[in-house]
């Protein structure tokens, strides 16, 4: 089984950037996607962006396209979710997880238990 940890939330003003890595520990499979996922009183599990691991196609939920990046560094086992221009509404807890391929974590379907997840708090 994958360990996950994710850091790098913060209290940021709108407009502002974020950095949140995501390390994994165990073997990431070649054919296996990683995702970042939200959550908020109102939403659980929502998807925010997705990468395949071996070719690096990603995916992004709507609201975060041209804001959010999403890549991955093989050799360390990391993927990072680069936020730029933050919104009050980006404001959640932040998960990585994995999937079996991009599909299964475009619809939130991780392979593995939530980790303890990082808050992104976006407010003046």
């Known amino acids: 089984q994958v360990q996950l940890v994710e850091s790098g939330g913060a209290l940021v003003q709108p407009g502002e950037s974020l950095r949140l890595p995501c390390a994994a520990s165990?073997?990431?499979?070649?054919?296996?996607?990683m995702g970042w996922f939200r959550q908020t009183p109102s939403k659980a599990g929502e998807f925010v962006a997705g990468i395949g691991w071996q070719y690096g196609v990603s995916d992004y939920e709507d609201s975060v396209k041209g804001r959010f990046t999403i890549s991955r560094n093989i050799a360390a086992n990391t993927v990072y979710l680069q936020m730029n221009n933050l919104k009050p509404e980006d404001t959640a807890v932040y998960y990585c997880?994995?999937?079996?391929?991009?599909?299964?974590?475009?619809?939130?379907?991780?392979?593995?238990?939530w980790g303890q997840g990082t808050q992104v708090t976006v407010s003046s």
């Open positions: 165990g073997r990431i499979y070649e054919n296996w996607a």
């Open positions: 997880n994995a999937g079996s391929n991009l599909y299964d974590v475009r619809w939130s379907m991780p392979l593995f238990p």
